[in-house]
């Protein structure tokens, strides 16, 4: 019996309409194009607005596109994974609401919280499903609402993120491509370095955690900084010599889009022309978990059955990883 393997069959993307640019933030904080700019490369990103509006209703309409692109019938997905940290409640699970909004009735699903990281933990995990035989239609989502974590007067933080969200349909072939390998890690000693203090069972919201701001993201910039541009680079080039590969072998790298100075270190430690790295940060800003299944949308079309790409990943926890996938489809038909 040959082996089952995972295969990505199509991809689905949402970005909100609204758009919150350099220009703006820099009359909300002491910011500007330049100093941004110079430092993560972020021209804009996209906000959702609405009131009542979450991480699930991205998500949904992901979700739906990945549907009508693929001809799948709700009926027919045997799981949904959601990766977030940007969760519409602490429970139930953003996966089960999506699934609702998409009228998606038979499959169980779950939320995965890996932190930038989420979107390479979901799909290994879903890789898992398929391979063993026990689902054959497994959705992986990549949403996050980072916008409703950020404080607006942190010059440090609220020009790095933006909404999004993106998903894959992973299905089983015995023919030689899909999820081929994967390398992940954390280690729990980076959390004081990138955190959200409030809402959990350590410090349960109240208002004191709300007048202290513990509800928004704290990040120590020098330090993850250096610990994602030495992490995401070794991880990529472990798995490329893991498997074989040369620069040459590689179609593209799907780095997670936080800081175009990281990108650009892993590419370089590659051995990577940046002809071959998906760079769309930008436009988008960091949306955590969405980064990279949003550049598989965003270039869908220039795939090629049979390219050989490696999905990149460094975020909170800290939590880092690399995926290598063997595309199965030409995405321009």
């Known amino acids: 019996m040959k082996k089952i393997n995972a295969v990505i069959t199509g991809v689905g993307g949402f970005v ?46 992901a979700v739906k596109e990945l549907l009508k692109k693929t001809g799948t019938k709700p009926e ?17 699970a953003t996966s089960n609401i999506i699934a609702d909004k998409c009228d998606i009735r038979n499959a169980h699903g779950f939320d995965l919280n890996g ?4 979107f390479l933990y979901a799909l290994d995990t879903a890789t898992r499903f398929i391979e063993s035989g026990n689902k054959k239609k497994v959705i ?13 007067t942190d010059r440090t933080t609220c020009v790095l993120f933006g909404d999004a969200a993106a998903a894959v349909m992973l299905e089983p072939s015995e023919e030689d491509y899909g999820v081929k390998d994967s390398i992940l890690h954390s280690d729990g ?33 020098k330090h993850v900084f250096k610990h994602a541009v030495s992490n995401m680079a070794d991880v990529s080039v472990e798995i490329m010599e893991r498997n074989n590969m040369k620069a040459k ?11 175009l100075r990281i990108i650009d270190a892993t590419a370089k430690r590659m051995e990577l ?4 790295v998906m760079i769309n940060i930008s436009k988008y800003g960091n949306t955590t978990a969405a980064t990279i299944p949003l550049c ?38």
């Open 189 to 221: 000693f980076g959390r004081k370095y990138l955190h959200m203090k409030g809402g959990g069972s350590v410090n349960p919201a109240s208002h004191q955690t709300i007048d202290d701001k513990m509800h928004y993201i704290f990040q120590d910039g």
């Open 16 to 61: 909100p309409e609204y758009i919150l640019n350099n220009e703006e933030l820099s009359q909300m904080v002491d910011t500007s194009d330049e100093w941004i700019m110079t430092r993560v490369g972020i021209k804009e990103r996209h906000i959702l607005k609405g009131e009542g509006k979450g991480t699930s209703d991205m998500g949904a309409e």
């Open 249 to 259: 072998d590689l179609a593209w790298l799907v780095p997670h889009q936080a800081n």
């Open 115 to 118: 932190a930038c990281s989420g």
């Open 273 to 276: 022309d940046p002809s071959k």
């Open 76 to 92: 027919e997905v045997d799981l949904v994974i959601c990766a977030t940290v940007t969760p519409d409640h602490p429970f139930p």
């Open 296 to 333: 598989l949308w965003e270039w869908e079309k220039q795939l090629k059955k049979g390219d050989n790409i490696i999905l990149a990943a460094f975020g909170a926890g800290f939590t880092w990883g690399s995926v290598y996938v063997k595309w199965a489809y030409d995405g321009d038909k």
């Open 140 to 152: 992986v989502v990549g949403a996050d609402k980072m916008s409703s974590i950020v404080d607006y």
